[in-house]
């Protein structure tokens, strides 16, 4: 969402930060719970801070909305950045897919997170810019993580992929697309099934790219 350039800068300092900050926790919690159409009074209301502060910080609904979904998106990823310095010491490649697509479904199936990305797709027509963003700050980026992680394998000789794009998309069809379809409609896989799915899934990879095929 771009910024109006003729709003003035957004405030600055240790007190205006714990402001900003306390909004867009508050702004989580009630986009989360009454959706993307609830007043920015209310917003400021939970935050503890007047509806002229939040605006202050940020100039629209839709903006804070993309900060919110930002900061979601940026909590995956640092666990997935973790994830990545844990695998480097995994010696067994069935070890290190497994620990990945634990992850990566638990970073996806966060509840906030997942209603957050329900929010974006429910209100798509009315805001593609919002889509745009989710799509850069979250999809893009978990799909570069993950090829980046792939590509440590493979230079480890655990994995023999020939295409990183199609095997990104084929290890988060196998383990994690089916938590999204199921969280779009409000249900959750059970626990068993969950694991299953991942076990399963990461033998499928394997019988593809693993270093025995």
Do not use: W
């Not at 007043?39 to 609904?61: E, R």
């Not at 799915?197 to 033998?203: C, F, K, Q, R």
């Not at 499928?204 to 790219?209: A, C, E, K, Q, V």
């Amino acid at each position: 969402m771009a910024k109006d350039s003729s709003r003035p800068p957004a405030p600055t300092g240790k007190r205006a930060e714990r402001n900003r900050q306390a909004i867009v926790a508050a702004a989580r919690e009630v986009f989360v719970r009454d959706g993307f159409d609830t007043g920015m009074d209310v917003i400021a209301a939970a935050a503890g801070v007047s509806k002229v502060t939040v605006y202050n910080h940020f100039g629209s609904k839709e903006e804070l909305f993309t900060e919110v979904m930002g900061q979601a998106m940026d909590e995956a990823h640092a666990s997935v950045a973790e994830l990545r310095a844990r695998v480097a010491e995994i010696a067994e490649v069935r070890e290190a897919l497994t620990r990945t697509a634990r992850v990566q479904v638990a970073a996806a199936t966060d509840p906030s997170r997942l209603a957050l990305r329900n929010l974006v797709t429910s209100e798509l027509r009315r805001f593609p810019e919002l889509a745009r963003s989710y799509q850069r700050r979250g999809p893009a980026r978990s799909g570069a993580d993950l090829a980046e992680l792939l590509k440590d394998l493979c230079g480890r000789g655990l994995l023999t992929i020939p295409d990183l794009d199609v095997a990104v998309i084929q290890f988060f069809a196998l383990t994690v697309y089916p938590h999204l379809i199921v969280g779009s409609i409000g249900a959750e896989l059970p626990r068993p099934l969950a694991d299953r799915l991942i076990t399963d899934g990461v033998e499928t990879f394997l019988s593809r790219y693993g270093p025995d095929r």
